[in-house]
């Protein structure tokens, strides 16, 4: 009787044991896709804003989508979800868009699957730091971005750049390279 009392204890523990190791590896699943969503929301508002104003302005104009929406939809995003979340890149335009020692470590890796030859549009990368769940999703150059991080761009686009930001990094791109990414992170 006493062993048995005695296994079913240690069956007990054994499973209790295993039980957050799981919870932890069934989390991280949901928080990506959490955070995927997240980017798709960003994404998905700042470019077609970009576009418009694009089209209605041209590229001088849409200068300050960039540097009004992008920040205001991130501040939205974070009251909505309770997420960090930021845009970085190793040559930033925006002095506050640097990379932090782990955003740097990420941006870096991205480079290099991207010269390996993986496609931008899916890169993305997550991993438990400090208690945070951090997750970082590349951003690839398309052609509507070289009107404003290309190495030439117009006259009034480089003016207006130059006026902006004047420690600005972020030119010099070509089609298919690493601009950037989306940095997010939630406390755990
Ligand atoms: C109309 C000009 C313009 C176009 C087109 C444009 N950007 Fe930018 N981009 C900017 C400006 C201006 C900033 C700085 C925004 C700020 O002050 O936060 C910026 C910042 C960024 C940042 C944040 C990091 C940093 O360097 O400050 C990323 C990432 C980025 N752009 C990616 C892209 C991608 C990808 C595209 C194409 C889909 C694109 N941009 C198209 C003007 C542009």
Same mark, same amino acid.
């Given at each position: 009787? &006493? ?7 240690? /069956?007990?523990?054994v =499973?209790? +044991?295993? *039980?957050?190791?799981q919870?932890? !590896? ?5 928080l @990506?896709?959490?955070?995927i969503?997240?980017v798709?929301r ?7 804003? #970009?576009k418009?104003?694009?089209?209605s302005?041209?590229? +001088? ?6 540097s ?12 909505d979800t309770?997420?960090y979340i930021?845009?970085?890149? *190793?040559?930033?335009?925006?002095p506050? $868009?640097?990379? %932090?020692?782990?955003e740097?470590? =990420?941006?870096k890796?991205? %480079? ?6 993986? %496609?931008?549009?899916k ?6 730091? %400090?208690g945070?769940?951090?997750f970082m999703?590349?951003?690839?150059v ?11 761009? &117009?006259?009034?686009? !480089?003016? /207006? #750049?130059?006026a @902006?930001?004047?420690?600005d990094? /972020?030119?010099?791109?070509?089609l298919g390279?690493?601009?950037? $990414?989306?940095?997010? $992170? &939630?406390?755990?």
């Open positions: 009787m &006493k062993t048995i009392r005695l296994a079913s204890v240690a /069956a007990l523990v =499973v209790l +044991a295993s *039980l957050p190791a919870a932890v !590896e069934v989390d991280q699943k949901a @990506k896709k959490e955070a969503g997240i798709k960003f994404g998905g508002t700042l470019k077609p804003e #970009l418009k104003a694009l089209k302005g041209g590229p +001088a104009h849409a200068i300050s989508v960039c009004e929406k992008a920040p205001a939809i991130a501040q939205q995003l974070r009251s309770g997420w930021k845009r970085v890149s *190793l040559k930033p335009r925006n506050g $868009a640097k990379p %932090d020692a782990w740097e470590k =990420v941006l890796m991205f %480079d290099q699957r991207q010269a390996q030859g993986e %496609d931008p549009k890169m993305a990368y997550a991993e438990v730091v %400090d945070k769940f951090r999703k590349a951003q690839g398309e052609k509507v971005c070289l009107n404003c991080h290309a190495a030439k761009v &117009k006259p009034e686009v !480089e003016a /207006a #750049l130059k @902006k930001y004047p420690m990094k /972020a030119r010099g791109y070509s390279q690493i601009r950037g $990414a989306f940095s997010l $992170a &939630k406390d755990l």
